[in-house]
């Protein structure tokens, strides 16, 4: 019997083998080829089981991910769509544009702290319960607000708050979807694409309802999304299944190769098995050994109510603040925070600095300077999806076909400097009043960056910590959200005394170390999750 051969990869968490080389056993895994290269699927989708959603057909996955994105870009739509109408609400109400921001932050105060009511329930009970339930009262709020538009400011704030309670969901609800139906593989692609709904949203909302305040009224522009809403939730209802799965799959870890295996294993590496609880089991015994249980009706899944009993509603509901000391998901935090706020600012901003000398913009055209942002986004989402993936590859193929989350991270660099063009271009062609090209297009620039920022902070996190993908976006949304409604309070009154050029190079510049700090996490992010995962701080305070 030869000695035993040392692991040669330590256990972290995020730690995945994604591209096999032709020294591993090939025959016990399900994998994709990709060029020239073997892209395991990760993770493995159940042997026994027919209803994985992972072995979804493509159409199913997609439509069921559709759904999900309609929803979030609704949801994302109703926060900035006053964008358009803070002339007409201040003037109705006789108060300055700040108070009207005000109204923004209650919706974002709520949106954040809402997530940690809704995502425990997600997580217990399925995701599907959830999108219903917050979808129906996401439409219920924009008919108050409908009505509230045209009455008190008071209750005009409140129901700007419960629309942040009930949209809570939509920014953490879908990564947890992608992540229950797409391999690793494939996820980059997806984040980038639901980072675009919202932010598409934030762009499209403020841009199409000028033109509706402009026409019609305020009042109409909150009923035609309440409209909207209630077509998505039919389409929901009918073509969007659960997706949380609580069955077994099969685990990929390394094994120590004993002297049996040597015929296939002559130079002594390591190699991989399926591995089932505690038991390491060839994939081909196992499926001997399990009855396939049978896809299910289609019908009986839309009235499947998937009960995690593993897990309690009061340990759920902990996770997201145990989750506030991880530095990978406070750093997350902060990214993603600091990329999403500049949707905000423009959406507080734009009026008052349009409607007056030398611009003159009416609603309709202050909706069009969301154009630009919107394009901006288009281009971020390429660079932070297909690029980001590319270059993540590019890694893993050099650390011999094992990715890290890290290895996402250097396209920061790129976020980094589009953010600070963005914000340099847009604050002095206005600063110096030019043409009213020239802060658009800094917008644009600087929402290409935004939306990298946003993209890349998300898929780090999950990536480190996919386990705890509904309880990480729930941290993400509630730092997120805190940090966008101190803009909502100040950014008015700042930009009126200190002016836009030293706001946004202020801003920009905050940005800009946020993501400088991703060169510690390439270099020290593996030691910081394996750390992580030897003090266990989730279970041990939980257990506490």
């Known amino acids: 019997m030869c000695d035993k051969i040392e692991q040669q990869q330590p256990e972290a968490p995020g730690t995945e083998l994604l591209i096999l080389q032709d020294h591993l056993a090939l025959s016990q895994y399900k994998y994709v080829t990709r060029g020239q290269e073997r892209v395991l699927l990760v993770p493995q989708p159940s042997i026994d089981d027919q209803n994985d959603p992972l072995l979804w057909p493509r159409w199913k996955k997609w439509l069921t991910f559709s759904n999900g994105l309609l929803y979030a870009f609704l949801g994302s739509v109703t926060g900035p769509m006053m964008a358009g109408g803070m002339i007409q609400l201040a003037t109705f109400f006789k108060r300055p544009f700040s108070d009207i921001a005000y109204s923004n932050g209650a919706t974002l105060i709520c949106q954040g702290f809402g997530t940690l009511f809704w995502l425990p329930i997600a997580v217990k009970i399925g995701r599907r319960p959830v999108y219903l339930t917050s979808n129906l009262l996401m439409g219920v709020a924009c008919v108050w607000l409908a009505i509230a538009s045209q009455e008190r400011f008071t209750n005009f704030v409140v129901a700007r708050a419960f629309l942040g309670l009930f949209e809570a969901p939509i920014e953490a609800i879908v990564p947890s979807t992608v992540a229950d139906i797409f391999h690793l593989h494939e996820r980059g692609e997806k984040i980038a694409v639901y980072g675009l709904s919202v932010l598409g949203g934030n762009e499209l909302g403020p841009l199409a309802s000028a033109y509706i305040i402009q026409g019609l009224s305020m009042r109409w522009a909150f009923y035609i999304v309440a409209m909207f809403i209630g077509a998505s939730l039919i389409a929901m209802f009918f073509l969007m299944p659960e997706t949380a799965f609580n069955g077994s799959r099969p685990k990929i870890v390394p094994i120590i190769a004993e002297e049996t295996d040597m015929i296939n294993n002559r130079e002594g590496k390591l190699s991989y098995e399926h591995l089932e609880g505690v038991s390491s089991v060839p994939a081909a015994q196992l499926e001997s050994q399990f009855p396939a249980i049978e896809r299910r009706p289609y019908v009986s899944e839309l009235f499947r109510i998937s009960i995690n009993h593993e897990v309690s509603l009061w340990a759920i509901f902990q996770r997201p603040f145990i989750l506030m000391i991880y530095p990978t998901v406070l750093w997350s935090s902060l990214a993603y925070g600091m990329s999403l706020s500049w949707n905000v600012i423009l959406g507080c901003l734009v009026a008052q600095l349009f409607s007056v000398q030398p611009y003159n913009f009416d609603s309709g055209a202050q909706g069009l300077t969301f154009v630009s942002p919107l394009l901006g986004s288009l281009v971020g989402t390429y660079l932070c999806g297909p690029l980001a993936d590319r270059t993540a590859t590019w890694f893993t193929i050099r650390n011999k076909g094992v990715r890290e989350p890290e290895m996402r991270l250097p396209t920061c660099i790129i976020a980094a400097i589009l953010t600070f063009l963005g914000a340099l271009l847009s604050g002095l062609t206005y600063h110096y009043k030019t043409h009213w090209a020239g802060p658009i297009v ?69 940005n800009v170390g946020i993501y400088m700090l991703a060169f510690i996490f390439h270099f020290y992010g593996k030691k910081i999750r394996i750390y992580l995962q030897k003090k266990d701080f989730l279970r041990t305070s939980i257990e506490k």
């Open 442 to 510: 800094g917008f644009g620039v600087l929402s290409a960056g935004a939306q990298m920022g946003a993209t890349l902070a998300i898929s780090y996190s999950l990536d480190c910590h996919k386990e705890f993908s509904a309880e990480i976006m729930v941290t993400i949304s509630c730092l997120k959200s805190g940090v966008a409604w101190i803009w909502t309070w100040c950014i008015n009154n700042w930009v009126s005394s200190a002016g836009l050029l030293t706001v946004f190079m202020t801003l920009a510049a905050i």
